[in-house]
């Protein structure tokens, strides 16, 4: 008796690569279940959809890596949690349950941030489908992807390292589906300049020295965590209670300082967790459609999406598909540098606050260095800020050449920036 699965593979399609061959279908199917290993990063209201879906396409070999645990709130459309989840991890909850309902299933949870891992650890897998709802997650994965991809001995880019991204999105009735193919296609990068400037990422110098909104006091005490002595060594917890109501304490204290009022708890939560409205059936339709990528990736039973899917479904049922361009001067996959003309008078801090505020970086802490052999540190944020911070108030003509590269990065990167300063003398 014919599967699901084996309908989709055994039929005949303008758009599949292959024709229907019954023993070339049944080695699709083995590579599916055998070989493919896929990893799916976020395990919440995407991301259960996305195991549910994937172990039921015929994917065995799966891991789900989260850094969040179960909350209350996510009760309502998180179907894979329990109201004894709470406070659980949410991957290793999600697997577990997707494990002992499907026993040929293996789904291997990681409790961790995306960033803890090594280059290794994304480098054994086929496919890599992100259910984030974070722009900086997403540049860091991408540039990841992008940056252990290599170039084999006839000079083009060798197939074995490229490992394609799915990248899923959702936000209350309306979501996106995007197929990137390192150094291929578009990455994220190519069009960061289309997502909105996160509203809540301030200037430094507005955060320290001149607060003027309650949401400046409450990034200022978050800013400053890993300083208080109080909580040394600690890493900060959004869903730990104490930790939030220590933020909201000291936040308060700072606005009244300043005379701002609005801080309270409620907006101390909100800035910090960028709560953003979910919706289940959303998430289930950009699931299905992240999986039905993976799925044409794995078996080649059609063509996959090139390149962008978004979905509207506040009046009515809207769909519409197009391609984003590679974008030459893309600063993680682009075969061009960027080049800047800059004041020479202009200091390096002013130079710092432009890049941060340049929409198509989207830069949030960034540290520069300049030259080749040996390197120049401009301001290196970490042990060498100390020793480095003397130069933020020099002109930029006293630290670099002109046409000079200045390499940047950036916690928002795995990688480097390369950027090209061309600077203009009056």
Request: proline share 5%; hydrophobic share 40%; net charge negative.
């Amino acid at each position: 008796m014919l599967s699901d699965i084996d309908y989709l593979l055994r039929r005949d399609s303008q758009f599949s690569e292959f024709k229907p061959d019954t023993a070339e279908d049944d080695e699709n199917r083995r590579l599916l279940a055998e070989e493919c290993r896929i990893l799916v990063i976020g395990a919440g209201g995407l991301g259960c959809e996305l195991l549910k879906n994937l172990a039921l396409s015929g994917f065995k070999m799966i891991e789900v890596i989260d850094m969040d645990v179960v909350d209350v709130s996510n009760l309502n459309r998180q179907f894979l949690f329990r109201q004894e989840d709470i406070g659980q991890p949410k991957a290793i909850v999600a697997a577990d349950f997707v494990n002992s309902r499907m026993k040929d299933v293996r789904i291997v949870p990681h409790f961790k941030d995306i960033t803890e891992m090594s280059l290794d650890f994304y480098q054994q897998f086929n496919l890599i489908i992100a259910g984030l709802d974070s722009i900086k997650a997403r540049r860091w994965i991408n540039s990841v992807l992008i940056g252990i991809t290599e170039k084999g001995e006839d000079g083009e880019w060798d197939p074995s390292t490229i490992i394609p991204l799915i990248d899923g999105g959702t936000e209350g009735f309306k979501g996106q589906v995007r197929v990137i193919i390192p150094r291929l296609t578009s990455c994220i990068e190519c069009s960061i300049d289309l997502y909105p400037i996160d509203p809540l990422n301030f200037p430094i110098c507005t955060l320290t020295e001149r607060p003027r909104q309650p949401e400046h006091c409450i990034q200022y005490v978050m800013l400053k965590w890993d300083s208080f002595e109080a909580w040394k060594g600690v890493k900060f917890d959004k869903d730990n209670s104490e930790h939030m109501a220590w933020v909201y304490k000291m936040a308060k204290e700072r606005a009244q300082q300043f005379g701002i009022s609005g801080v309270t708890l409620k907006l101390t939560q909100g800035v910090i967790k960028r709560i953003i409205p979910a919706v289940a059936s959303t998430n289930a339709i950009i699931a299905a459609s992240c999986v039905n990528e993976a799925f044409k990736f794995a078996t080649h039973a059609s063509r996959y999406l090139n390149n962008y899917m978004s979905y509207n479904g506040l009046e009515g049922v809207y769909t519409n598909v197009f391609e984003y361009k590679k974008k030459a001067t893309c600063p993680v996959c682009g075969s061009e540098p960027i080049r800047m003309k800059v004041d020479p008078l202009k200091t390096l801090d002013s130079f710092i606050q432009d890049l941060v505020a340049d929409p198509s970086l989207h830069l949030s802490a960034p540290s520069l260095s300049a030259g080749n052999k040996p390197r120049k540190w401009l301001y290196i944020r970490g042990a060498l800020e100390e020793k480095t911070a003397p130069n933020l108030s020099k002109p930029l003509r006293d630290l670099v050449e002109e046409g000079q590269t200045v390499y940047i990065t950036d916690p928002n990167l795995a990688g480097e920036l390369l950027i090209q300063i061309l600077v203009t003398f009056k």
